[in-house]
C-alpha cells in the first residue's frame, strides 16, 4: 500500500525481490531462533488449539496441517531457493493495481519495471485435478483440541458445514457469504444477546476455487463450561435458518 508518487520505486522494489531474491543464512538462523518460542505459543494459547482446528478441517492434509519442531528445523535456504527459483523466473505474472492512480502515468513505470523481465510464461500453471482434491471428515463428527494452559479459562466451540467448492460462477459463493451473514446475526442475537455465553460468536464462510472444499463455519468464544450448550445452538440455528428466512434479514 502506497501512495500513487511512490508506484515507481514500489514496483522496482517488487522486480528487485523478483529477480535476486536473498537466500541468506542469518535468515535462516532468525527463523529457526524463533521456532520453539512459536511452538510453546501454540501449545499454550487458544489461537494453537484453532491451528489443529484448521488442519482437521483441511482433512489433516499436510499442506494445511501443523509441522513439528523437528520437521521446521531441518529446512535450509537451499530448500526455498530450490522451491522458488523456477517460479521467479519464468512463471506466469499477474499484476493488479487497484487505488487512485492515473494508468496513463502508471503504464510507463510497468513497461520499465515488470515489463522489462525477461519472457515468461504466457499462462498460469495448472493444478492437476489430483492436486486440487481435499479429503474433508465425514460427517457428522465431533473432535476436541486442547492447548496447555491453567491460568485464564478459555474456549471455543466451532461448528463448520461444508459447502460446495468455487467454479467459474461466483454467485453461488455470493449466496453463501450472504447465508453466513445471516447466520453470525443470529448467532449474536441468541448467543450474546439471550445467554449471555460469548462476547462475538460469529459465522464465516471459506471457499476455495483452487481446492475442491468449501465451508461455512460458527465459532463462539467462552468460558470451557459453555462449549457445549454453545455447539448445540449454533447447530440448531443452522438446521432451521433456510426455512426461517425474512426479508429484513437482507438488510
Do not use: C
Not at 166 to 188: C, G, P, T
Amino acid at each position: 500500500e502506497i501512495i500513487a508518487d511512490d508506484l515507481l520505486p514500489a514496483l522496482q522494489l517488487m522486480v528487485a525481490s523478483i529477480t535476486d531474491p536473498g537466500y541468506r543464512e542469518e535468515a535462516v538462523r532468525e527463523y529457526k531462533n524463533d521456532i520453539s518460542a512459536d511452538m510453546n505459543r501454540l501449545r499454550h494459547r487458544l489461537g494453537g488449539a484453532m491451528q489443529y482446528v484448521e488442519e482437521f478441517l483441511w482433512g489433516n492434509d499436510p499442506r494445511f496441517g501443523v509441522p513439528t519442531e523437528e520437521e521446521l528445523l531441518v529446512f535450509t535456504a537451499d530448500d526455498v531457493k530450490a522451491w522458488l527459483d523456477d517460479h521467479l523466473s519464468s512463471s506466469y505474472i499477474e499484476l493488479s493495481l487497484v487505488g487512485d492512480f492515473d494508468l496513463d502515468d502508471a503504464v510507463p513505470d510497468i513497461l520499465s519495471t515488470f515489463g522489462a523481465l525477461p519472457e515468461r510464461d504466457a499462462v498460469p500453471i495448472v493444478v492437476g485435478e489430483e492436486t486440487r482434491e481435499i479429503t474433508l471428515p465425514s460427517t457428522p463428527t465431533h473432535q476436541t483440541f486442547t492447548y496447555e494452559n491453567s491460568q485464564i479459562d478459555k474456549a471455543s466451540s466451532v461448528v463448520a458445514f461444508p459447502i460446495p467448492h468455487i467454479e467459474q460462477d461466483m454467485s453461488e459463493n455470493r449466496r453463501m457469504q450472504i447465508l453466513a451473514d445471516v447466520l453470525s446475526n443470529r448467532l449474536y442475537d441468541r448467543i450474546r444477546e439471550e445467554l449471555g455465553d460469548s462476547y462475538s460468536p460469529y459465522a464465516m464462510e471459506e471457499a476455495s476455487q483452487v481446492f475442491r472444499r468449501g465451508v461455512i463455519y460458527a465459532e463462539s468464544e467462552g468460558e470451557s463450561s459453555v462449549t457445549t450448550k454453545t455447539s448445540k445452538h449454533m447447530i440448531e440455528i443452522a438446521q432451521f435458518i433456510a426455512s426461517t428466512l425474512d426479508d429484513d434479514e437482507f438488510f
